[in-house]
């Protein structure tokens, strides 16, 4: 199974520009790269996907590499309600299982 | 309005007992998910159904069972199997591949089991 890779955690200054990354060197053709976001005690929710292009949304910007063997979830100016754990998965005809890694904890400092 | 609902929010139950959290969507999904979730730790996959009346194992089955009669429903059952059941559940669900084009997965708000 294509698997992500991500660090476990990451600090940011509110307002400033957040730069999350995600490692995944087996993703196949099919796969897409999806981000959830998930703040304490809720469930996940959907934050962006893409596939090869660089992507936009009211939330967030996903940078996707040339080779898509990684990709950068990109919060423009991070508040402090976007301090949460950020997961990112592929999606495709091999992953509907849709299986999540530990993600990264981004805090956000005032 | 359309949503994926779990409940209760909150479940208590004595050791050895089994216990059955309910998951409900009407989104029109044909998959369907069920997560564990432990204090600081990732989403861990115990199952998922594809379509109704098929459903298959993820990484923690050991313990769990579903069923999956209505596309709309997929209740999870915490068995007396299950040695360590205390933790937060979460269900999901999404358009299955090959249905249209990749689309995001809808959560609830988790089910909090536990077990004394």
């Known amino acids: 199974d294509a698997k992500t890779t991500q660090p476990n955690s990451m600090e940011s200054n509110e307002e400033e520009p957040v730069h999350l990354p995600c490692n995944h060197s087996?993703?196949?053709?099919?796969?897409?790269i999806h981000w959830y976001r998930q703040l304490p005690s809720q469930g996940p929710e959907y934050v962006i996907h893409?596939?090869?292009s660089n992507v936009n949304n009211r939330m967030a910007s996903l940078a996707i590499a040339e080779d898509r063997k990684s990709s950068t979830l990109i919060l423009h100016r991070a508040t402090l309600r976007d301090a949460a754990v950020y997961y990112c998965i592929l999606r495709g005809y091999n992953n509907n299982d849709m299986r999540f890694g530990a993600g990264t904890r981004l805090t956000v400092k005032p | 309005d359309g949503g994926i609902t779990q409940s209760p929010k909150y479940l208590f139950r004595k050791e050895g007992q089994n216990v059955t959290l309910s998951c409900e969507q009407n989104l029109n999904h044909d998959a369907m998910y069920w997560y564990r979730q432990d204090p600081g730790q990732g989403l861990r996959l115990i199952y998922y159904s594809q379509i109704v009346n098929d459903f298959q194992k993820g990484d923690i089955a050991e313990g769990y069972s579903v069923s999956r009669e209505k596309k709309e429903s997929f209740p999870l059952t915490v068995t007396s199997a299950q040695k360590n059941p205390t933790a937060f559940y979460l269900c999901?669900?999404?358009?299955?591949w090959g249905q249209g084009r990749n689309t995001e997965a809808f959560f609830g708000q988790g089910t909090r089991l536990t077990v004394v």
């Open positions: 999901a669900s999404s358009i299955a």
């Open positions: 893409g596939l090869t």
């Open positions: 087996t993703i196949s053709g099919t796969d897409y």
